[in-house]
């Protein structure tokens, strides 16, 4: 079974007409014909029923065309693949992260891509949003993976990759550790560690106004390592999203009351075609298994 023969074959049962076929596969209608005819003979059955010039799919005919249909398919999608990967060439998809992301995940998604597509290559930037987003208006980044909370939907085409809750963080000895679980009204008048890059900031912040929370900030930063390592000198405690964290002696509780979350996305601009190395971690991050 050839796939010419079963490209004629689907041809022949969408026009029932050899002729018409013919020239939609761009072959003589003889080619096809013998074509169809070796199809045939091979498969033991009669795929098309010939009436003169008049031409119908047999019973068996109908029976297989779905599977004719599939092979078809998949053989195109194979053949786009391996388009894909020649047109790759080794040129760096540029991918942008929101520095407050942490690399954990990413990193496992990564593991993963280079295992199913091997000829991708990847060069990762970390900055905040508006730096992000200005690099990709200028097509300084192919993709980004950022959260879209504050990005105008129609500025923004993205894939959800997962939902993530803010935690406190403290080191293990601190009194808190030994809830569960953390209201904002527990952590009034502790002393904490403000974390200025955070996209929820203001958010968290406002929050804590509404709810009369008096926060002490003892030590600011932009930088998340900067963050946990005060935290676990005994600065004071910190909100943080729990997939960032990257200390693992440091101590977490679930912040609720209210409960706080982002979602982590990854984004690039509408209307603007990816290359086939975007392309595939596209497919990549759709097809991963996310962590929640």
């Keep these: ?30 080619a096809l014909t013998r074509a169809i005819k070796a199809l045939e003979g091979e498969l033991s059955t009669p795929l098309f029923h010939r009436d003169g010039r008049r031409v119908m799919l047999s019973d068996f005919g109908r029976s297989v065309l779905p599977n004719m249909q599939q092979i078809l398919q998949e053989a195109d999608a194979a053949r786009a693949i391996a388009e894909n990967f020649r047109l790759l060439n080794k040129v760096p998809v540029r991918i942008g992260v ?45 993709l980004a993976v950022v959260n879209p909370l504050d990005w105008p939907r129609d500025e923004l085409r993205t894939i959800e990759l997962y939902q993530e809750r803010y935690v406190v963080i403290m080191p293990p000895d601190h009194r808190l550790a030994q809830f569960d679980a953390i209201k904002l009204s527990d952590l009034s008048g502790e002393a904490y560690v403000d974390r200025l890059s955070c996209e929820m900031r203001e958010l968290v912040m406002a929050a804590c106004e509404s709810k009369g929370v008096e926060l002490y900030a003892r030590f600011r930063s932009e930088r998340e390592d900067w963050i946990q390592a005060m935290v676990m000198a005994h600065i004071g405690f910190a909100f943080m999203p729990e997939y960032s964290i990257t200390l693992p002696e440091l101590t977490q509780r679930p912040l609720t009351e209210p409960a706080v ?32």
């Design 1 to 30: 079974m050839e796939m010419h023969q079963i490209r004629y074959m689907l041809a022949a049962a969408r026009t029932l007409n050899f002729t018409r076929a013919a020239e939609e596969c761009n072959v003589s209608q003889p």
């Design 98 to 142: 929101l520095s407050t992301i942490g690399h954990v995940r990413l990193a496992r998604f990564f593991a993963r891509l280079q295992k199913d597509f091997p000829g991708v290559e990847i060069a990762v930037s970390e900055g905040s949003l508006e730096h992000l987003r200005n690099k990709l208006e200028n097509d300084d980044l192919d």
């Design 261 to 292: 979350s982002r979602t982590v996305a990854l984004a690039s601009l509408p209307g603007r075609p990816h290359n086939p190395g975007a392309a595939a971690i596209i497919r990549a991050a759709q097809m991963f298994a996310w962590p929640g």
